[in-house]
Structure formats: C-alpha cells, structure tokens
C-alpha cells in the first residue's frame, strides 16, 4: 500500500470513530447484524483492499436480517419492508415480490417469466433476441427501406413527433 493510500485509510478511519483496523492498519468496515456474537462468526469481514478494483465500502445504516452461504463467504440478507409471495429456482434463489402486476400467461425461458397484461394491441411477433411484439398503429412504414436486422423505417415528413418517439429502440 502506498504512503496516499495509507494516510487516506488513516482519514477515512478517523472519519469514522468507532471503526477497527486490523493488525495491518488496514480499516475494516462492519455492518450491523442481528446477534453480534453469532454475526461475527458468520460474516467474514474483509478490508476494503481485498474488494475487486479496490472499490471502498462505506459504513452502513441497513439492518441485516439473515445470512446466506455464497461463493466468497456468507452473503448479508437486508431487513425490508418488501413482502415475497415465493421464490423461484433460476441461478440461485429468486424472490418473487407480492405485487398488483396483472400476469395473463407465462413463458418458459431460464424458469417461467410473466407475461403481463397490457392494453397493448399486438399486430404480429418477430424473432429477433426473443418473441418481439409488433404493435398494430396507424405509423406509416416504408416497404421499400429496412435497416439493421430487417427493421422498418418511417417517413420524416408529416409524423407526429410524439407518435414517433415511441417506436425508438
């Protein structure tokens, strides 16, 4: 570590009175769990040079509800006040939340994904990374110009600015 670094940690841990540093002087940042004795056990706090890129770690006022057992160590589970209805099997556990979100059908790709239900008035699909809906408008296309991935394009004279807007990737 260098003399800035150094003198940078030394600041930042002055900053915070109360944070430890470790027999290096190095600053470790602690989050406040539940069962300090147990938490301690689990959690395995680390210097903030140990993180990828050097990337600092600031104090936290976010309680940890649970932890879980992730490669690199045990992970923190944040209290909150979001309410999960279920969880899904797909890379990893998945919290599924409780919402008004009307779901009118499902589709299987990397675990069953809603399909929400929208006003939307849906002319035609195209596959183009994945099922693409083609809504049905009154926006005049050119049959005769396609761009990237066989793509329409719009005439630029007399189109309502607003109705264009809408169609931009």
């Known amino acids: 570590m260098s003399t800035t670094e150094e003198t940078m940690t030394n600041e930042i841990a002055q900053a915070h009175n109360g944070e430890e540093q470790n027999e290096n002087g190095n600053e470790t940042t602690a989050l406040a769990v539940q069962g300090e004795a147990q938490s301690q ?46 969880t899904m099997q797909v890379s990893g556990i998945r919290p599924i939340a409780a919402s008004t979100l009307a779901v009118r059908d499902t589709y299987n790709t990397m675990g069953s994904r809603p399909v929400s239900a929208s006003a939307l008035k849906v002319k035609d699909t195209l596959q183009a990374s994945g099922i693409r809906p083609i809504a049905a408008s009154t926006l005049a296309i050119s049959e005769t110009i396609s761009i990237m991935g066989n793509r329409p394009v719009a005439a630029n004279s007399d189109i309502n600015i607003d109705l264009l807007m809408g169609y931009l990737d």
């Open 41 to 86: 056990a689990t959690l395995n706090l680390r210097p903030s040079e140990y993180l990828p890129g050097n990337r600092p770690v600031t104090v936290s006022s976010r309680k940890i509800a649970d932890t879980f057992s992730a490669v690199g160590g045990a992970r923190p589970v944040f209290a909150s006040d979001v309410q999960f209805k279920e």
